[in-house]
C-alpha cells in the first residue's frame, strides 16, 4: 500500500494549552541559549584582552598595542599545520587500506539452534 501527502491527516484534539506552553517554552529556552552562546563567543575576544591587559597591569609593562596582541590566519594556520603534522609523527605509517577476511567457522552441533528448540515445527500443525 502507497501512502501520499494527501492520506495524511493531522489531529489537534491532543493539542492542548499545556502542550502549547511546553512547545513554546521549549522554543524560548533553545533560541535563548543560542543568543546567550552569540554574545559569549561574540565578546570572548575582548575579555581575553582585558585580561591581558590587566596582567600587564599587575606586572607593570607597557601594554602592546592592539595588532601585536591579535594572531592573523596565516600564523593561526601555520601553528595548526605544524601541531597536526607534529602529532601524526608517533603514530605508525599505515596504508589506511582496511582488508576484511572470512574467517570460516567449523560447523559444531553446540551452537546450532535446531536442537535448542523444545518443539519441532512439523508437530506444531
Keep these: 500500500m502507497i ?3 494527501a492520506d495524511i ?3 489537534t484534539e491532543n ?3 499545556h502542550s502549547i506552553l511546553i512547545a513554546a517554552v521549549g522554543y524560548i529556552i533553545v533560541f535563548s541559549a543560542l543568543v546567550a552562546l552569540y554574545f559569549v563567543f561574540h565578546n570572548l575576544p575582548k575579555i581575553i584582552h582585558l585580561k ?3 596582567r600587564f597591569r599587575e606586572e607593570g ?5 592592539e595588532a601585536s596582541l591579535s594572531v592573523s590566519g596565516e600564523v593561526s594556520a601555520a601553528i595548526t599545520m605544524a601541531l597536526y603534522l607534529h602529532m ?3 603514530h605508525d605509517n599505515e596504508s589506511n587500506m582496511i582488508t576484511i577476511k572470512r574467517a570460516s567457522k567449523n560447523y559444531s552441533p553446540w551452537s546450532s539452534k535446531i536442537y535448542s528448540m523444545r518443539t519441532r515445527p512439523s508437530d506444531l500443525h
Design 9 to 11: 491527516q493531522i489531529s
Design 61 to 65: 609593562k607597557e601594554m602592546p598595542d
Design 52 to 54: 591581558i591587559r590587566k
Design 15 to 17: 493539542i492542548n494549552q
Design 3 to 5: 501512502f501520499t501527502l
Design 88 to 90: 601524526n609523527d608517533f
